[in-house]
């Protein structure tokens, strides 16, 4: 079974600030991936990145990075000198590589409020 | 690519009614998924396809769901006698093959009277 946890469920910053997403999972795959998607409020699943169970490297991506450590089962996102554009829910999500159905497993979610 | 689209993007009915989405994926995606969320919660898995063949169904999809690809293009989604817990957002996704990133559409938000 597949497990993705998101402790927060709500976070609040003033813009500028810098924010951290949690994001715990738990799988017995030795080959799996994982996700995080954007969610604003119009509705659609925007994709961000996805990371193989093979690959531990941090990524960076303009204000966005990532932070993977297969020891304590975490693939934390964190967003660098928010903006009120940020404002969204961010959904963490796992697939088992090994699953033929490839399907998603999310997290519930934190929403993530920007303040001017 | 155009992306993922879904029709209707809102529904309403009345408890009891039969309602159908269209879920259209990107061009030349092998795999098209759907997924049911509801509010507060993220998505979780109904069904999916590779191309035409319905391969896998979720617990979640009770006997008065009903998922269709035909020639594996665009996919139905047709709820029978809708009842209030039916109401949420439906979801459809569609990645180019086995392994690959899913990309999602806007959504159908179906409310049940």
């Known amino acids: 079974a597949q497990k993705v946890t998101q402790a927060q469920t709500e976070i609040s910053v003033v813009e500028k600030e810098d924010v951290t997403l949690d994001c715990v999972y738990e799988?017995?795959?030795?080959?799996?991936?994982l996700f995080w998607y954007k969610q604003p409020p119009s509705g659609e699943l925007v994709f961000l990145i996805r990371r193989n169970s093979f690959d531990e490297q941090n990524e960076i991506s303009g204000r966005y990075s990532w932070n993977f450590q297969k020891s304590t089962s975490s693939f934390n996102f964190t967003i660098t000198a928010s903006q009120v554009v940020d404002s969204a829910v961010y959904f963490c999500a796992l697939s088992g590589a090994l699953n033929a159905g490839n399907m998603l497993t999310f997290g519930g979610g934190t929403r993530l409020m920007v303040k001017p | 690519d155009t992306g993922v689209s879904q029709n209707p993007r809102h529904k309403i009915t009345k408890r009891g009614q039969n309602v159908t989405f269209r879920c259209d994926p990107i061009s030349e995606h092998n795999r098209l998924y759907w997924y049911r969320q509801t509010l507060g919660q993220g998505p979780e898995f109904l069904t999916y396809f590779q191309n035409e063949a319905q391969l896998e169904k979720s617990r979640l999809l009770s006997d008065r769901f009903s998922a269709e690809r035909p020639k594996g293009s665009f996919s139905t989604l047709e709820i029978q006698r809708t009842e209030q817990g039916d109401s949420a957002m439906y979801l459809c996704?569609?990645?180019?093959?086995?392994?690959?990133?899913?990309?999602f559409g806007p959504g159908t938000r179906l409310l049940v009277l």
């Open positions: 996704a569609s990645s180019r093959d086995f392994q690959e990133t899913q990309y």
């Open positions: 799988t017995r795959d030795t080959t799996y991936y």
